[in-house]
Nanobody, 124 residues
Framework: QVHLVESGGGLVQAGESLTLSCAGS????????VGWFRQAPGQQREFVAA????????YYADSVKRRFAMSRDNGASMVGLQMNNLKPEDTAVYYC?????????????????WGPGTHVTVSS
């Protein structure tokens, strides 16, 4: 069993930065693939980034590549998402998710555990 809690969301202006954190607990967190997903109002949940328990390589959606940076600290059971040069289209609820598989996958159905999400709003 894995328990996830996201934090760090908020309201920022376009061009600013924000850092999200995900605290994980449970014996299998450290051996799980962890991903970030987001869901904008009226949209389907989409993949943002993911990394295996090894900590690399990290995979990103094209829409956030070169702007977002995911990190993982297994010792602290934490995963981060540094978001730079934010755009209004980045507005969404951001979710942290864990997949017991060691294979990094981008599909929502692959992930077994989800956090409650944290809201990010980017104003223009």
């Amino acid at each position: 069993q894995v328990h996830l809690v996201e934090s760090g969301g908020g309201l920022v202006q376009a061009g600013e930065s924000l850092t999200l954190s995900c605290a994980g607990s449970g014996d299998t967190f450290r051996t799980s693939t962890v991903g970030w997903f987001r869901q904008a109002p009226g949209q389907q949940r989409e993949f943002v980034a993911a990394v295996s328990w090894r900590g690399g390589p990290i995979y990103y959606a094209d829409s956030v590549k070169r702007r977002f940076a995911m990190s993982r600290d297994n010792g602290a059971s934490m995963v981060g998402l540094q978001m730079n040069n934010l755009k209004p289209e980045d507005t969404a609820v951001y979710y942290c998710a864990a997949d017991r598989s060691a294979v990094v996958r981008r599909t929502i159905e692959s992930y077994d555990y989800w956090g409650p999400g944290t809201h990010v709003t980017v104003s223009s």
